[in-house]
């Protein structure tokens, strides 16, 4: 192969056909997933949402493909329940470009106020202790404690012993994959992922946060700069209460008792009901 030039099979990814890419690392067996228009409801795609690899791969996989990222356009993502909905085409992508119009605090606010005003005053209230019916906003940045790359790098590592296949997303970073690739986990919770593609975005630059694998209904996220004091970690709580209120709600109850959970966690796993 020329490594000069991105293989065959992933230039349809690039609405360019991936014009001035590179890849200088083999690629597995697999091939491009095209979004389903009986799901999506849009109509025939004019490219394959992204490639997936036909067997599981190991973390040292995740790491070559990532380190590739600059010169591929190619962020890889470790993909959990391969049937369903990647291999059925139940996606429904979205360009980069619409997230631009959202931010993480405005997604977050929306959120509270609407919490707020549809729940009984009491129950709503008690849920959000110790913030109550005013949005704390946004958590101020963690403190760098290792190189996102290499923490992203680990936690790959970790989830691959899963047994989990490769996903190869056209995406400038992880929070835009989730766009680009069409991802659906969260559409329990907001019925249109782009706002949330948003929210991890904020992440990435507040807290080194990378995205590394997705399901069906889950979001693994690698964190290099983790909240370490208590009351840090608890306005990221609420964040995360926002983007994901299964986890909070569904585990221990309460947004101090979740803030006990990711204290100086290198890793955020989210799932949706």
Do not use: K
């Not at 919770?189 to 949330?196: F, I, Q, R, S």
């Amino acid at each position: 192969m020329n490594d000069h030039q991105l293989p065959p099979e992933l230039c349809p990814l690039f609405a360019d056909g991936g014009r001035g890419r590179a890849l200088a690392i083999a690629v597995p067996e697999g091939g491009v997933v095209w979004p389903d228009p009986g799901y999506t409801g849009q109509g025939p795609s004019p490219r394959p949402a992204f490639w997936m690899s036909d067997e599981p791969v190991s973390g040292a996989h995740w790491r070559s493909f990532h380190a590739e990222h600059a010169r591929s356009g190619l962020w890889p993502v470790l993909l959990d329940e391969s049937a369903q909905p990647w291999s059925a085409g139940q996606v429904v992508p979205d360009e980069p470009v619409q997230i631009d119009h959202f931010t993480a605090e405005g997604f977050m606010t929306e959120v509270w106020q609407e919490w707020v005003s549809q729940m009984p005053a009491q129950d709503a209230l008690d849920e959000l202790d110790p913030y109550g019916a005013i949005c704390p906003g946004l958590a101020p940045p963690g403190t760098p404690v290792a190189e996102p790359a290499e923490v992203a790098a680990w936690y790959a590592g970790v989830l691959a012993e899963r047994g989990m296949p490769l996903g190869l997303v056209a995406a400038p970073r992880g929070a835009d994959a989730l766009a680009v690739m069409g991802w659906q986990g969260a559409l329990h919770h907001n019925e249109w992922m782009v706002p949330l593609a948003a929210v991890v975005r904020s992440w990435e630059e507040r807290f080194g946060a990378r995205v590394v694998g997705v399901g069906f209904n889950t979001l693994e996220l690698s964190v290099a700069a983790p909240p370490v004091e208590p009351e840090h970690a608890l306005r990221v709580a609420a964040e995360h209460w926002a983007f994901c209120p299964d986890n909070v709600v569904q585990g221990p109850g309460d947004l101090r008792g979740y803030a006990e959970q990711i204290i100086g966690g290198h890793a955020w796993s989210f799932w949706w009901d």
